[in-house]
């Protein structure tokens, strides 16, 4: 079992910078694969990023790459994600997630509760 909790989210300007952080409780987290996802209003929640259990691999949607990051610190039971040159259509409430495979999308076993992140024009 994996609780996760977000956070990090709040409101920046178009072009700006946000770091998310989710932190994960249990003993088993480096045996999980990791990744966030964000869901905008009357939209389908989709895959952002993800990473693989040591960090080793990771993969973006096409509308992120070049510009977030996802990381994880498996001694801190930690996984953030930091996302630069935001634009408007960023603005979602974002997920962490686990899972119990390395896949892409990443199939996700445990949710964290979202944060807010508005990018304003």
């Known amino acids: 079992q994996v609780q996760l909790v977000e956070s990090g989210g709040g409101l920046v300007q178009d072009g700006g910078s946000l770091r998310l952080s989710c932190a994960a409780s249990?003993?088993?987290?480096?045996?999980?694969?990791m990744g966030w996802f964000r869901q905008a209003p009357g939209k389908e929640r989709e895959s952002v990023a993800a990473?693989?259990?040591?960090?080793?691999?990771?993969y973006y949607a096409d509308s992120v790459k070049g510009r977030f990051t996802i990381s994880r610190d498996n001694a801190e039971n930690r996984v953030d994600l930091q996302m630069n040159s935001l634009k408007p259509e960023d603005t979602a409430v974002y997920y962490c997630?686990?899972?119990?495979?390395?896949?892409?999308?990443?199939?996700?076993?445990?949710w964290g509760q979202g944060t807010q992140v508005t990018v304003s024009s």
């Open positions: 997630a686990a899972g119990a495979r390395n896949s892409w999308p990443l199939s996700v076993g445990y």
């Open positions: 249990g003993r088993t987290f480096s045996t999980y694969a």
């Open positions: 990473i693989n259990w040591i960090g080793s691999n990771t």
